[in-house]
Nanobody, 124 residues
Framework: QVQLVESGGGLVQAGGSLRLSCAAS????????MAWFRQAPGKEREVVAS????????YYRDPVKGRFTISRDVVKNTVSLQMNSLKPEDTALYYC?????????????????WGQGTQVTVSS
């Protein structure tokens, strides 16, 4: 069983940066693939970035490529999302997700465990 707790959201002006963190509990966390999703009001939940269990493979949604970076620390049991050059369209509730599969996935159904979410609001 894995429990995920996100932190680091907030209000930032366009062009600014935020760093989201997800703390995971569970002894097998290091074997899990992880991801960050986001959901804006009236829209479907979408994957933002994902990382495999080794950390050697990552995926980024096209609109965030070059601006966001996903990383994990298996010693601290955390996964982070560094978000730079933020835009108003990045405004959403951001979720951390985990899957027992070591491979990264692109859809919400791939992930079994979810955090409660942290709000990111980017003002223009």
């Amino acid at each position: 069983q894995v429990q995920l707790v996100e932190s680091g959201g907030g209000l930032v002006q366009a062009g600014g940066s935020l760093r989201l963190s997800c703390a995971a509990s569970g002894s097998t966390f290091s074997m899990y693939a992880m991801a960050w999703f986001r959901q804006a009001p009236g829209k479907e939940r979408e994957v933002v970035a994902s990382i495999n269990w080794r950390g050697g493979r990552t995926y980024y949604r096209d609109p965030v490529k070059g601006r966001f970076t996903i990383s994990r620390d298996v010693v601290k049991n955390t996964v982070s999302l560094q978000m730079n050059s933020l835009k108003p369209e990045d405004t959403a509730l951001y979720y951390c997700a985990a899957t027992k599969s070591g491979d990264l996935g692109y859809g919400a159904s791939w992930y079994e465990y979810w955090g409660q979410g942290t709000q990111v609001t980017v003002s223009s």
